[in-house]
């Protein structure tokens, strides 16, 4: 991980600034870690896409460089921790998964982007 590495608080504020700007009818917040927040992602979104579509988001940020290689047929929960999630991030990604939401590991905005694109949010 380099020194000029953005710092994951950097990001996470670059990711919701760039949310509260979408046309479409939406809402964000920062999860702020604590005893009773342990396993929920960095940034929650709920959306109505542009097809009209009610969408919810989990975004778990983690520093650039953090990722390991993933193997090609592992379970999204593995790739998750792979990406960086903890154990406990990971299975909460999972359940938002179950309730019909989407989760994510991300390191920086253009990440965010292209997630967004994929499910026609602008």
């Given at each position: ?71 090609v047929n592992c379970s999204k929960v593995e790739m998750w921790k792979k990406l ?39």
């Open positions: 991980m380099s020194w000029n590495t953005p710092k994951e608080s950097s990001v996470v504020k670059s990711i919701r600034n760039y949310l509260s700007k979408l046309e479409c009818p939406s809402f964000n917040w920062k999860v702020h870690g604590s005893q009773f927040s342990a396993g929920l992602p960095d940034i929650m979104m709920l959306a109505t896409n542009a097809d009209g579509k009610f969408v919810a988001i989990g975004f778990e940020v983690k520093r650039k460089g953090t990722a390991r290689e993933i193997p960086g999630a903890t154990d406990l991030q990971a299975d909460t990604l999972f359940k938002i998964e179950q309730a019909g939401g989407y989760g994510y590991v991300v390191e920086e905005l253009d990440q965010v982007k292209e997630i967004l694109k994929k499910h026609n949010i602008h």
